[in-house]
Nanobody, 121 residues
Framework: QVELVESGGGLVQPGGSLRLSCAAS????????MGWYRQAPGKERELVAQ???????NYADFVKGRFTISRDNTKNTVDLQMDSLQPEDTAVYYC???????????????WGQGTQVTVSS
């Protein structure tokens, strides 16, 4: 069994910062791409940022220059540093990891439980 556990959401004022963390645990054979998505009320889930095992990064245009994604392959974690937060960044943020459990024959995509980020004065 494998799972993703997220932490770090909360309430912040416009212009503030938050750091989200996601840890993969369990019987894991390998991890490929790790990333973060978000879903605001009434909207579809959208990609925020991704980072493959190589370390190169991919960001949505609306977070470029404000958010930074990073990963620690020794700890199976992925973080999202969010700076200059704005009210439009308010959403539930989901960790997304492509990994292969030891018990599985194929690679699978896993989602975290989601963590609420609210940007408001």
């Amino acid at each position: 069994q494998v799972e993703l556990v997220e932490s770090g959401g909360g309430l912040v004022q416009p212009g503030g910062s938050l750091r989200l963390s996601c840890a993969a645990s369990g019987s894991i054979f390998g991890i490929n791409t790790m990333g973060w998505y978000r879903q605001a009320p009434g909207k579809e889930r959208e990609l925020v940022a991704q980072i493959p095992r190589s370390g190169s990064t991919n960001y949505a245009d609306f977070v470029k220059g404000r958010f930074t994604i990073s990963r620690d392959n020794t700890k199976n974690t992925v973080d999202l540093q969010m700076d200059s937060l704005q009210p439009e960044d308010t959403a539930v943020y989901y960790c997304n990891v492509r990994m292969k459990p030891r018990f599985a024959a194929t690679w699978r995509t896993y989602w975290g439980q989601g963590t609420q980020v609210t940007v408001s004065s």
